[in-house]
């Protein structure tokens, strides 16, 4: 095999999967890693680190792998990464690690992220995960949310030594991890809830079915229980809908509640009691990441899935991997389509959604060619579910019951990129919760940058 070629993955045949929710991918085993890690350069300007937001150090940890020091590379990983399992198997590398990567200027990039997948379930299955601070502060620190953001901060604070619990509303930590990603992309027992397990064993304190603006206020936190800063990591998970007749009928879903009823409360496992729509034909509005895990989930629950976007193939925000993924499943892409309405019978069930055709015009303020309707190109697809993945925004509850905390027009709150700082003293924020909805490896970024300035922040006080 060239050099210029990486080592190609194992992955569980296209017709099988589609009907299971086993995981699609099977990663790399040690020979086959080590052969990928050799087409490494190690070079010395490493331009893959700059394109990591949590900073790795690609080419160390990749030279431990050539080596066959395993160990030590999960070492050089748990550094800088809290969730390294997850982000081997999630992150979109090819816009950011191995988008930048030397190799891929005239070949394929490094799989860093497939390197990092087999160092961090190999540190697993051995065992191995990083430890906690010897010395400590003595100051406690409140984190809002179990998702990516508020687990990086937290365990960044509790390797710095501070006394440090994340309160989250739902009754089991991992945030979109846990409930939006599917199992058949990120295997909760075998990977969320161990890497979640290895932040604890730093000394992090988990409290469960804590709503945070409901059960107890940011201002209680710091004024009554002690805490001396709080991170807000709470995400972005309000779903947006269309606003087009039909949407509240019954079949109509948004693809956070239809994962979640599959992910979090297991409906697609027969010995769960979670009620779930097995739908005969489902349509999925959107194109991004969201809409391909809300379509390859209908797909494997048995209904014929269509993709229904309002742009071309290559103005789809989701992975490449992702899709490609989808369309050997079988996800039919309708390309080019704009819902208008969803139709019912008179009980008030989806029986069809009217669409109409579009075409590209010029670009938009997003640099995206516009999509138009073509004139008179209004058709009826039979369904019997739609399923609305267009997006989410932050909910407004915390920034509603606290006091001095600000937000912009899109209800994120505001908050400085390189340390997290809000407008609210001792109170910090980042993930979703400021960008709005973005990638687990930004969210852990900006844990990670918060965790630092709240370090700062209690040191000069
Ligand atoms: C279906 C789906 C697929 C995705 N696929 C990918 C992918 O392949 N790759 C990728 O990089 N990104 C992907 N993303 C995006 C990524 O998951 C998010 O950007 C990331 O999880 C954001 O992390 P976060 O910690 O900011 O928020 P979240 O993961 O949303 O976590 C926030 C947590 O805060 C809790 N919370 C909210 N409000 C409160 C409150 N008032 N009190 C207490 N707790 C609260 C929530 O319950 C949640 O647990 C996907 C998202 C979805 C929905
Ligand atoms: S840019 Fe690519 S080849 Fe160079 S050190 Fe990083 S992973 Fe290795």
């Given at each position: 095999?060239?050099?210029?070629?990486?080592?190609?993955?194992?992955?569980?045949?296209?017709?099988?999967?589609?009907?299971?929710?086993?995981?699609?991918?099977?990663?790399?085993?040690?020979?086959?890693?080590?052969?990928?890690?050799?087409?490494?350069?190690?070079?010395?300007?490493?331009?893959?680190?700059?394109?990591?937001?949590?900073?790795?150090?690609?080419?160390?940890?990749?030279?431990?792998?050539?080596?066959?020091?395993?160990?030590?590379?999960?070492?050089?990983?748990?550094?800088?990464?809290?969730?390294?399992?997850?982000?081997?198997?999630?992150?979109?590398?090819?816009?950011?690690?191995?988008?930048?990567?030397?190799?891929?200027?005239?070949?394929?990039?490094?799989?860093?992220?497939?390197?990092?997948?087999?160092?961090?379930?190999?540190?697993?299955?051995?065992?191995?995960?990083?430890?906690?601070?010897?010395?400590?502060?003595?100051?406690?620190?409140?984190?809002?949310?179990?998702?990516?953001?508020?687990?990086?901060?937290?365990?960044?604070?509790?390797?710095?030594?501070?006394?440090?619990t994340i309160f989250e509303a739902l009754h089991q930590p991992g945030g979109v991890l846990l409930y939006g990603i599917p199992e058949f992309r990120l295997p909760k027992d075998k990977i969320v809830k161990k890497e979640i397990e290895n932040v604890q064993k730093l000394g992090v304190k988990i409290e469960c079915n804590v709503v945070v603006g409901r059960s107890v206020t940011i201002d209680q936190l710091l004024s009554e229980e002690g805490f001396e800063a709080v991170f807000i990591g709470s995400g972005a998970g309000l779903p947006k809908f269309m606003g087009i007749p039909g949407e509240s009928a019954n079949g109509v879903f948004s693809a956070n509640e239809y994962l979640t009823r599959n992910n979090l409360m297991k409906a697609f496992r027969d010995d769960y009691d979670t009620p779930i729509v097995r739908g005969k034909k489902v349509a999925v509005v959107g194109g991004g990441n969201v809409a391909m895990?809300?379509?390859?989930?209908?797909?494997?629950?048995?209904?014929?899935?269509?993709?229904?976007?309002?742009?071309?193939?290559?103005?789809?925000?989701?992975?490449?991997?992702?899709?490609?993924?989808?369309?050997?499943?079988?996800?039919?892409?309708?390309?080019?389509?704009?819902?208008?309405?969803?139709?019912?019978?008179?009980?008030?069930?989806?029986?069809?959604?009217?669409?109409?055709?579009?075409?590209?015009?010029?670009?938009?303020?997003?640099?995206?060619?516009?999509?138009?309707?073509?004139?008179?190109?209004?058709?009826?697809?039979?369904?019997?579910?739609?399923?609305?993945?267009?997006?989410?925004?932050?909910?407004?509850?915390?920034?509603?019951?606290?006091?001095?905390?600000?937000?912009?027009?899109?209800?994120?709150?505001?908050?400085?990129?390189?340390?997290?700082?809000?407008?609210?003293?001792?109170?910090?924020?980042?993930?979703?919760?400021?960008?709005?909805?973005?990638?687990?490896?930004?969210?852990?970024?900006?844990?990670?940058?918060?965790?630092?300035?709240?370090?700062?922040?209690?040191?000069?006080?």
């Amino acid at each position: 095999m060239s050099v210029l070629e990486k080592i190609p993955v194992r992955e569980q045949d296209p017709k099988i999967r589609a009907a299971n929710f086993e995981e699609v991918c099977y990663g790399y085993n040690q020979e086959e890693a080590t052969a990928e890690a050799i087409r490494c350069i190690n070079c010395k300007n490493a331009k893959c680190i700059s394109g990591c937001p949590v900073g790795i150090n690609i080419p160390a940890f990749i030279q431990e792998i050539k080596k066959g020091e395993i160990e030590a590379a999960y070492r050089i990983i748990a550094d800088a990464s809290a969730l390294p399992a997850v982000c081997g198997r999630v992150c979109p590398q090819e816009s950011q690690c191995e988008g930048k990567c030397i190799r891929g200027i005239k070949g394929d990039a490094v799989s860093i992220g497939k390197l990092e997948r087999f160092v961090a379930d190999w540190a697993m299955e051995h065992g191995i995960c990083a430890s906690p601070s010897a010395e400590k502060k003595g100051k406690k620190v409140a984190v809002v949310g179990a998702g990516p953001a508020g687990l990086t901060c937290a365990g960044d604070l509790a390797k710095m030594g501070y006394d440090v619990t994340i309160f989250e509303a739902l009754h089991q930590p991992g945030g979109v991890l846990l409930y939006g990603i599917p199992e058949f992309r990120l295997p909760k027992d075998k990977i969320v809830k161990k890497e979640i397990e290895n932040v604890q064993k730093l000394g992090v304190k988990i409290e469960c079915n804590v709503v945070v603006g409901r059960s107890v206020t940011i201002d209680q936190l710091l004024s009554e229980e002690g805490f001396e800063a709080v991170f807000i990591g709470s995400g972005a998970g309000l779903p947006k809908f269309m606003g087009i007749p039909g949407e509240s009928a019954n079949g109509v879903f948004s693809a956070n509640e239809y994962l979640t009823r599959n992910n979090l409360m297991k409906a697609f496992r027969d010995d769960y009691d979670t009620p779930i729509v097995r739908g005969k034909k489902v349509a999925v509005v959107g194109g991004g990441n969201v809409a391909m895990d809300a379509a390859r989930t209908a797909l494997r629950l048995g209904a014929e899935t269509h993709i229904v976007y309002r742009r071309s193939e290559a103005e789809l925000p989701a992975r490449l991997e992702e899709i490609h993924h989808a369309k050997e499943e079988g996800v039919v892409f309708d390309l080019l389509t704009n819902p208008t309405e969803i139709l019912t019978d008179e009980k008030g069930n989806v029986t069809g959604m009217t669409c109409v055709r579009m075409e590209l015009g010029e670009p938009d303020a997003s640099g995206r060619r516009r999509p138009q309707v073509i004139p008179g190109s209004e058709f009826t697809m039979e369904l019997d579910t739609v399923i609305m993945a267009l997006g989410t925004s932050p909910n407004p509850l915390i920034s509603s019951t606290t006091e001095g905390l600000d937000v912009n027009k899109w209800k994120c709150i505001v908050a400085r990129e390189e340390n997290g700082e809000t407008s609210k003293e001792g109170v910090y924020a980042g993930g979703d919760a400021v960008t709005g909805a973005a990638t687990v490896i930004l969210a852990m970024g900006a844990g990670k940058a918060a965790a630092k300035g709240i370090d700062e922040y209690l040191s000069s006080k």
